[in-house]
């Protein structure tokens, strides 16, 4: 009876790990998306789009020209010097790098685009033109006089840019007129998180670019693509699934539809100017969910309209605290989409004490393999924060009193001290669902367990009655 009662545990455990192991068995050309390349996020990666297998373009190596191309003043060239983006700028950028970073690929996007403006004046107050400067192949040219002779008003602190649809002519005005190195929109296009400072004139201005991914939660349309009894998206090669991280997670489904947790991107290029200061943000198309160019536009002017910003926008002209509020938009959505997990994790942790199923160990483990996902987007969030409390704006050298100059940094490092604890809370929070999931699944496992030793001494109950009949019968039979 103990080798029958070993023999069923071993097969119930055999059986219970194989269905646990399905959810992520396959191989690696299944995975979705792969790991982006950090090693190309930043400028100071001296060979960008240039890995060890790949050879070094001779022809650049034997150029008689300057590395550093002088600026164009875009009056002589007559719109020439953008066509020729990325090269007409940084000439190290060659024809097979532009290609394998997907910037060649994007300029030959033609689609309209839509450029749509916020002004901020030196009093703090936030102003829409309401005219949307619209691209199309017909408006190309009309585009680039504006981009290049258009003044701003005499008291404009800082233009930010909300680009919809960047098409390649766009993509290669905006990164010749305001000198953009590509790594921009290489890290925008590949989901690469970048954070970097470059062009530093000390007492003039710099660059700084953001680039890095976050979660939120949408509404997901129910009929869109095949899901499996956990509302996974399945694997398109029959027989082999990977659990991607990189896919919605699906939380259930309400009256409107299916809620999910979707991977968003915030991109922004911030130019500091003693002459003027621009943000330009690029948004990437979404599969899941409206465009959300307009809404995140609304939303920094909304930020306009607060009491506690408007006191630092009033009192500073440094553009980082219009970051700040691109920043915070981040973490609106992760802290909604943490809460939202929440949510489902209990839902998950009732239907296990009401009725266990072995089954909802591969929803479990999928959660937890999203989870860990999480947590290393979240630790990018920190260092965009930490990078951008200790990247000064050079111009206040020059063109801040010492009061000023003293109250930016104050405000700067309390306000991006915020953020950090905010994110700080964030991570508590989803190490504590952790431990949630993994209690779960200790239940799920110790139900099994409770199982099998009800169904062996059932088994062994049986085995004893059997017994007791097998003796009864040869007392018969001795008798006769």
């Not at 190309?40 to 150029?63: C, F, K, M, N, T």
């Not at 991977?263 to 899941?288: E, P």
């Not at 200790?442 to 139900?447: G, N, P, W």
Request: proline share 5%; with cysteine.
């Amino acid at each position: 009876m103990q080798n029958t009662a070993n023999h069923l545990n071993s097969t119930r455990t055999t059986h219970m790990l194989s269905n646990i192991s399905q959810p992520w068995q396959g191989q690696v050309g299944d995975i979705i998306k792969r790991a982006p390349p950090h090693r190309h996020s930043a400028p100071s990666a001296p060979w960008p789009w240039l890995d060890l297998r790949d050879e070094v373009d001779r022809a650049q190596l034997d150029a008689p020209s300057e590395p550093v191309p002088p600026l164009c003043d875009h009056r002589a060239c007559e719109g020439l010097c953008w066509r020729g983006y990325p090269q007409s700028c940084f000439p190290n950028w060659t024809h097979n790098q532009v290609t394998k970073s997907g910037i060649a690929g994007a300029i030959q996007d033609r689609r309209r685009c839509i450029i749509y403006y916020l002004d901020v004046n030196d009093s703090g107050i936030f102003t829409d033109p309401k005219e949307a400067l619209v691209v199309d192949d017909s408006t190309v040219p009309k585009t680039w006089n504006i981009l290049v002779a258009s003044k701003r008003p005499a008291n404009n602190c800082v233009r930010a840019l909300f680009v919809e649809n960047m098409s390649g002519p766009v993509l290669q005005m905006l990164g010749t007129r305001y000198n953009i190195e590509p790594f921009f929109f290489s890290s925008s296009l590949n989901w690469i998180p970048s954070r970097y400072q470059e062009d530093v004139q000390p007492g003039v201005g710099d660059h700084i670019t953001i680039t890095m991914s976050f979660l939120r939660s949408i509404i997901h349309d129910d009929s869109d693509g095949e899901k499996d009894q956990f509302g996974s998206r399945v694997s398109a090669t029959p027989g082999k699934r990977v659990i991607d991280t990189a896919s919605p997670l699906p939380l259930g489904s309400g009256s409107e539809g299916r809620l999910e947790l979707v991977l968003d991107l915030l991109s922004v290029h911030l130019i500091r100017n003693i002459k003027g200061n621009t943000i330009i943000s690029y948004h990437a198309k979404q599969k899941f969910g409206p465009d959300k160019t307009t809404y995140l536009r609304d939303r920094i002017q909304f930020a306009g309209r607060s009491v506690y910003w408007q006191s630092i926008f009033k009192e500073s002209s440094d553009p980082t605290f219009i970051l700040l509020c691109y920043v915070w938009h981040a973490l609106y959505a992760w802290d909604e989409a943490l809460e939202h997990l929440y949510s489902h994790i209990c839902q998950l942790e009732a239907n296990v004490v009401e009725k266990y199923d072995i089954h909802l160990t591969e929803e479990l483990h999928r959660i937890r393999a999203h989870q860990l996902h999480y947590s290393s987007l979240l630790n990018d969030f920190r260092k965009t924060v930490e990078f951008i409390r200790a990247t000064h704006n050079p111009a206040i050298a020059s063109s801040f009193t010492t009061k000023d100059k003293n109250f930016t940094e104050a405000v700067m490092d309390r306000e991006c001290q915020n953020l950090l604890n905010e994110i700080k809370r964030l991570e508590l929070d989803r190490t504590m669902q952790d431990k949630r999931l993994k209690n779960v699944m200790d239940l799920v496992f110790s139900s099994v367990n409770i199982e099998d030793s009800q169904r062996v001494r059932e088994m062994t109950e049986a085995a004893v009655r059997d017994s007791a009949g097998m003796s009864s019968y040869k007392g018969f039979k001795w008798i006769f």
